[in-house]
Antibody
Framework: EVEVVESGGGLVQPGGSLRLSCAASAFTFSIYAMSWVRQAPGKGLEWVSSICGSDGSTYYSDSVKGRFTISRDNSKNTLYLQMNNLRAEDTALYYC??????????????WGQGTLVTVSS | DIVMTQSPDSLAMSLGERATINCKSSQSVFHSSNNKNYFAWYQQKPGQSPKLLIHWASTRESGVPDRFSGSGSGTDFTLTISSLQAEDVAIYYCQQYYGTPFTFGPGTKVDIK
């Protein structure tokens, strides 16, 4: 069964860094686009970033552009999100999601349970 | 950015009733090159991760009960639950993946009356 499992969340001070990981299994990871979506406590869903499966193109929301970097290691079936210069408003549950197809312009069909990032002094 | 709006904010229906949720995008998400609407519906039950119900506006995901259906095109979309069940209590989000940033609606909370 398709599974994506996030890790790496935690408590970090403003200005700090974290790297999230997402381990994928039971599908051909390299083919599919992958994405990060976050949800602040008690709030709705916010798309953060996507990396395409075809050419590895990357896309970011304006709120994280220049601070976050999405990457993938197809040999390890793992997706990453390097988060630098974290702000209080980055506090959220971060979901890893598999896209329906290789194009980033597709829906998210499998989601992990999320990893919580808390930015606070 | 494409802004997604949903109505109503919440609804409470009796078991077995029909529930309808509307979503409007600030610009068309229809791609004439492939005749597809780059639009999806997700369900998020309390304490759970979101689940994809419908993409391409009307294509139901495998395993999703057929009481869920999606319709609409361009800028106006509808999710219909034909006969509301207790397990359908959730927040429902619409999303466009036509252009970045990929944006979600604010959600519609569905409860049982």
């Amino acid at each position: 069964e398709v599974e994506v499992v996030e890790s790496g969340g935690g408590l970090v001070q403003p200005g700090g860094s974290l790297r999230l990981s997402c381990a994928a299994s039971a599908f051909t990871f390299s083919i599919y686009a992958m994405s990060w979506v976050r949800q602040a406590p008690g709030k709705g869903l916010e798309w953060v970033s996507s990396i395409c499966g075809s050419d590895g193109s990357t896309y970011y929301s304006d709120s994280v552009k220049g601070r976050f970097t999405i990457s993938r290691d197809n040999s390890k079936n793992t997706l990453y999100l390097q988060m630098n210069n974290l702000r209080a408003e980055d506090t959220a549950l971060y979901y890893c999601a598999k896209n329906v197809r290789e194009s980033c312009y597709s829906a998210f069909d499998y989601w992990g349970q999320g990893t919580l990032v808390t930015v606070s002094s | 950015d494409i802004v997604m709006t949903q109505s109503p904010d919440s609804l409470a229906m009796s078991l077995g009733e029909r529930a309808t949720i509307n979503c409007k995008s600030s610009q068309s998400v229809f791609h004439s090159s492939n005749n597809k609407n780059y639009f999806a519906w997700y369900q998020q039950k309390p304490g759970q991760s979101p689940k994809l119900l419908i993409h391409w506006a009307s294509t139901r995901e495998s395993g999703v009960p057929d009481r869920f259906s999606g319709s609409g095109s361009g800028t106006d979309f509808t999710l219909t639950i034909s006969s509301l069940q207790a397990e359908d209590v959730a927040i429902y989000y619409c999303q466009q993946y036509y252009g970045t940033p990929f944006t979600f609606g604010p959600g519609t909370k569905v409860d049982i009356k």
